[in-house]
């Protein structure tokens, strides 16, 4: 079977492997779509892995069961996570399932870029979704990226009431527009840099969008109640202080290039602004599960958001569409496509 196997951002090259054996209690799956996703391309991240097959975001059909696994059964549409938390330790027990040393260290063989996956005993166990049957396989493969942005306005309380900024305006920040607009905000704000990106932001329901964040005050005569940084640039974090309400939730959602800081005034945001500055990374089960349901109800409309749809030996062409990121907003590897 064909494999694409990561080197280095313009460096993917496909290959021919084996089929993954499974052994009890484990499941092959059969990859029918898999997004590629921006952390994909955080060669930085990537390079001491290498080489390595990536993809995160699949959905598939499973083709063969190993001995016990009693849940599923072959023909079966799934979503399959490659990081499953253990939903037994203290921090799985407190809600924290993406600080589960499990989730840190659980993945399938090889990742989503190939026609076949194996999933691992836990990961059939505890990582397997059903795929609702009124959505297709590459609708699907958006449940993991929609899931991580649940998790995050999840933990900033986004409700009815807020003015969002979401700064970044790639599929991560259309993603918090779509799941902003659905949950109710009352007004969505959007800034990217890459101009290219603002109608795909007004599409998804961003009700004002702009390329500089210092011109947001003046165009809403408020700042914002809610922040989202779906980039981890210094420039767009600092920039972000300057456009927060006081007793305003930042969102970061996005890393940074390494060894990266950005410098704030403590005293400050002490005594003035009463602001909370928070992260998070991944997601759980119920936040897939979330998804998936969102994703069913069309209350996310994730399939207007793809823009190209490529083979497994197209990917290169597909890793160049995302790092250049003005004419794709999502890029599906279809990896039996002919």
């Known amino acids: 079977v064909l494999i694409a196997n990561y080197f280095s951002n313009t460096d993917i090259r496909l290959e021919e492997h084996p089929i ?20 994909d391309l955080m060669e930085w991240y990537r390079l001491d892995k290498v080489p390595v097959v990536l993809g995160h975001e699949t959905s598939g059909e499973i083709v063969e069961l190993g001995k016990g696994v009693n849940h599923l059964k072959v023909g079966d549409r799934v979503v399959a996570c ?14 924290q399932e993406t600080m589960c040393k499990t989730l840190h260290s659980t ?16 990961n059939t166990r505890l990582g397997v979704f059903q795929i609702p049957d009124n959505i297709t396989y590459e609708e699907a493969s958006f449940a993991e990226p929609l899931a991580c942005v649940i998790r995050g306005q999840d933990r900033i309380n986004l409700g009815a009431s807020d003015v969002v900024l979401v700064i970044g305006s790639g599929i991560s920040g259309i993603l918090h527009i779509a799941l902003a607009k659905a949950r109710g905000a009352e007004r969505i704000i959007a800034v990217d840099i890459n101009k290219n990106r603002l109608p795909w932001a007004k599409k998804f329901g961003a009700d004002i969008v702009a390329e500089d964040i210092s011109t947001i005050v003046d165009k809403i005569d408020q700042k914002a109640d809610i922040i989202i940084l779906t980039t981890g640039h ?24 390494p060894d990266t800081t950005v410098q704030f005034d403590i005293n400050e945001l002490f005594f003035k602004h009463d602001r909370t500055i928070t992260t998070t990374y991944a997601n759980s089960p119920n936040d897939l599960r979330e998804a998936l349901n969102l994703i069913s109800e069309k209350k996310v409309k994730v399939k207007e958001m793809i823009t190209h749809r490529i083979g497994l030996d197209e990917i290169q062409n597909g890793f160049d569409l995302v790092q250049n990121g003005t ?10 496509r002919n």
């Open 234 to 257: 210094p420039t767009a974090v600092q920039g972000s202080f300057k456009v927060a309400a006081e007793g305003a939730t930042i969102l970061l959602f996005a890393p940074s290039d």
């Open 20 to 39: 993954p054996q499974i052994s009890e209690g484990e499941c092959l799956v059969k990859i029918h779509a898999s997004g590629i996703c921006g952390s």
């Open 82 to 95: 490659h990081h499953v938390p253990c939903l037994e330790c203290r921090f799985c027990n407190r809600g």
């Open 107 to 122: 993945t399938y063989d090889p990742g989503g870029f190939s026609q076949y996956v194996r999933l691992p005993e836990i």
């Open 327 to 336: 004419e794709s907003l999502k890029v599906i590897v279809e990896p039996h």
